[in-house]
């Protein structure tokens, strides 16, 4: 059973910058996706990065929203996915999700870090 649990959020002021952490356990990183996505009070959820391990190749994307601030990135040795944020919001305040998906959609989900960004 996989299972992902978030860590890394907390409270910041405008400009701050945070590094989420998304551990997994259960699966090794090969042939998946790792995703994050956040939910803002009363707002859909939204995807902000995806990181796709494919054989021996790693490919990253983003959303338009965080491209050139947020960074995904991977840890294969300790099964853990990044996402360093930059340049923090006002607006980036939410609940920050990783996910996994193993070729069916993203299956699996952690619990969750709040993220709040002061102006």
């Known amino acids: 059973q996989v299972q992902l649990v978030e860590s890394g959020g907390g409270s910041v002021q405008a400009g701050g910058s945070l590094r989420l952490s998304c551990a997994t356990s259960g699966r090794t990183f090969s042939d998946l996706t790792m995703g994050w996505f956040r939910r803002a009070p009363g707002k859909e959820r939204e995807f902000l990065a995806a990181?796709?391990?494919?054989?021996?190749?790693?490919?990253?994307n983003y959303a338009d929203s965080v491209k050139g601030r947020f960074t995904i990135s991977g840890d294969n040795a300790k099964n853990t996915v990044y996402l360093q944020m930059l340049s923090l919001k006002p607006e980036d305040t939410a609940v920050y999700y990783c996910a996994a998906d193993f070729d069916s959609g993203y299956a699996r989900w952690g619990q969750g870090t709040q993220v709040t960004v002061s102006s």
């Open positions: 990181i796709t391990y494919s054989g021996s190749s790693t490919y990253t």
